[in-house]
């Protein structure tokens, strides 16, 4: 089921939180917090690919630089039907938010291609991403703008942007133009599971701050998961390695729910074999608004966008929910959790996971440098742990503060708060050109 407000443009629904945010901190300069709203420039192509059985189609692509105030533009590629240019601009600002707020010196970035990459041959893929980066020419670049994997890209994709800007590009060091690259490309160890186990740093940090009813860590709890991709996949197995049952889990056809647990090596091996996590033995089939509406502990939602919506978030039941996803609640839901006491960590803390490894890429590119999986997690955890206590550590003196009937700032208010304030501090550090 999907309620009006799951048709809120993605760009207005990050600036209605950006405005909440900039209600509590009446201190910054106003221009430079305007110039925070809109992206610096979104490029829109449309190119010819020709498709297996010989035809012809056309297809359309996107990529926004949001802000370069922290560094050159970072961001990933998404292939998804619903690709739009409002989409791109509203994830390139949320990238422009997660990399100040973790701190990799980067600004923001998005990218797309309206496509059903599940319908498309590797060929087929192959010759639109090849066709996308010639498209989008010099305005990406190691030191410019530096895509990664979004939904349905993989490091397959950025193995093909790699290959068409070194063509474009020869005679340089090009490795760092794009992260989430094939290890034997450049990659970085623990990339791929980066995003999900960073999801689950950032929640044991909050468990530890914030108990579940004495529960200080993940060992005990109930989780159930969204979404069976790199991130959804990743951040069960992390809180199954952590001492957490994961009774429920899903994908795009639909969910599955074990009350004692589900045993995720098997679920691994069904998808793997039927494509599909339905119908493996000893399960309930549900599907996907039944797993959001469980009873348990900790919900992520790790799939796709505006999930829970003001049509189904009074009847949410965990106690925690983890935004795995970029935008999984709507700011109606985001409300009515808030109402419920319910805690939200918000995207733009709990799946920065990805991006922080990027960085550890893009360094060691530049440098000629590689790190291994175990010290690139390390340094993550390191991370997503102190970018949690310094957001818990804000709401709470801006709740101290908080005295007008507004709502009460919550963990995303807190997060985007400490994420502003950095890049208007930088800004005006830097100086207003000329
Ligand atoms: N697509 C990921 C995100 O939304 C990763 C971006 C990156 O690594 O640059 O955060």
């Given amino acids: 089921m999907s309620t009006a407000d799951t048709r809120i443009s993605p760009l207005k629904m990050r600036q209605a939180q950006f405005r909440r945010a900039i209600h509590h901190m009446g201190h910054l300069k106003r221009g430079v917090v305007d110039f925070f709203l809109r992206p610096k420039r979104t490029l829109s192509v449309c190119f010819p690919v020709e498709m297996d059985d010989g035809s012809v189609r056309v297809f359309h692509g996107y990529r926004t630089l949001h802000s370069t105030i922290l560094g050159p533009g970072k961001g990933g590629i998404r292939y998804h039907p619903k690709v739009t240019a409002r989409e791109v601009e509203a994830l390139a600002t949320l990238m422009t938010w997660k990399c100040a707020l973790i701190r ?3 600004g923001g970035a998005k990218g797309g291609v309206a496509c ?3 319908a498309l041959s ?3 893929l192959r010759r639109i991403t090849r066709r996308y980066v010639a498209e989008l020419g010099d305005n990406i670049g190691p030191h410019t703008d530096i895509p ?3 939904l349905y890209t993989n490091q397959q994709t950025m193995a093909w942007v790699y290959d068409t800007y070194q063509a474009l590009h020869p005679g340089e060091n090009n490795l760092p133009v794009v992260t989430g690259k094939p290890l034997d490309l450049g990659g970085a160890e623990g990339r791929s599971e980066a995003t999900g186990h960073g999801a689950i740093s950032a ?5 530890e701050l914030h108990p579940l009813d004495g ?4 060992a005990g709890c109930s989780v159930a998961v969204q979404g069976f991709g790199e991130v959804g996949r990743v951040a069960a197995e992390r809180c199954a390695e952590l001492g957490a049952r994961v009774i429920a889990i899903s994908d795009s056809s639909g969910g599955i729910l074990a009350r004692d647990g589900l045993d995720l090596a098997a679920v691994r091996q069904h998808k793997a074999a039927c494509g599909r996590v339905d119908g493996l033995a000893g399960t309930t089939t549900i599907d996907n608004e039944t797993l959001l509406t469980l009873d348990c502990d900790v919900l992520i939602p790790a799939a796709l966008a505006n999930q829970i919506h003001a049509g189904n ?4 039941r965990a106690r925690v929910v ?4 970029n935008a999984p609640l709507t700011p109606q839901a985001d409300r009515i959790l808030q109402e419920r006491g319910i805690p939200v960590l918000p995207d733009i803390l709990a799946n920065s996971g990805g991006v922080v490894v990027s960085y550890y890429e893009w360094v060691q590119n530049l440098k000629n440098e590689s790190w291994t999986r175990a010290e690139n997690l390390a340094r993550l955890d390191a991370r997503m742990q102190d970018a949690t206590a310094g957001v818990v550590g804000r709401r709470d003196t801006l709740l101290a503060e908080h005295r007008d009937r507004q709502r009460p700032p919550d963990l995303r208010t807190a997060a985007l708060a400490i994420a502003i304030e950095r890049l208007s501090r930088v800004t005006l550090e830097r100086g207003i050109w000329p």
């Fill in 322 to 325: 983890v935004e795995g996803a």
């Fill in 203 to 207: 929640l044991a940090r909050y468990l």
């Fill in 215 to 218: 529960h200080r860590t993940l």
């Fill in 148 to 150: 990664a994997p979004d």
């Fill in 104 to 106: 990799v010196p980067f």
């Fill in 313 to 316: 978030a009074a009847d949410v």
């Fill in 116 to 118: 059903d990459a599940k």
């Fill in 122 to 124: 590797e060929g087929e």
